[in-house]
Nanobody, 121 residues
Framework: QLRLVESGGGEVQPGGSLRLSCAAS????????IAWLRQAPGKEREGVSC????????NYADSAKGRFTISRDIANNTVYLQMNSLKPEDTAIYLC??????????????WGQGTQVTVST
């Protein structure tokens, strides 16, 4: 079965950190670009970060630059999103998605169910 499973969400105080994981099963990350996106209540879904199919290129939304880092572990078929200096406006459901192309533009082939991140005092 082809699937993506996110984990690592939770509740943290402003300034805190979380590391999200996106574990793929049924397919190899070597053949897909992986994106992290987020959905906050009342807002449109937005892209946060992407790592290319070969793992050599990454990009970030302006809101994530300097604070978030995307990486992947091919041996474990998992992509990570390290989030530091979290802000209340980072509160959202975070989802990962797989794209068959080199990067993350266009339609995604697979989606995870999401993991909740809440940043509050």
């Amino acid at each position: 079965q082809l699937r993506l499973v996110e984990s690592g969400g939770g509740e943290v105080q402003p300034g805190g950190s979380l590391r999200l994981s996106c574990a793929a099963s049924g397919f190899s990350l070597n053949y897909y670009a992986i994106a992290w996106l987020r959905q906050a209540p009342g807002k449109e879904r937005e892209g946060v970060s992407c790592i290319s199919k070969n793992g050599n290129m990454t990009n970030y939304a302006d809101s994530a630059k300097g604070r978030f880092t995307i990486s992947r572990d091919i041996a474990n078929n998992t992509v990570y999103l390290q989030m530091n200096s979290l802000k209340p406006e980072d509160t959202a459901i975070y989802l990962c998605a797989a794209h068959r192309g080199f990067s993350c533009s266009g339609v995604f082939a697979y989606w995870g169910q999401g993991t909740q991140v809440t940043v509050s005092t």
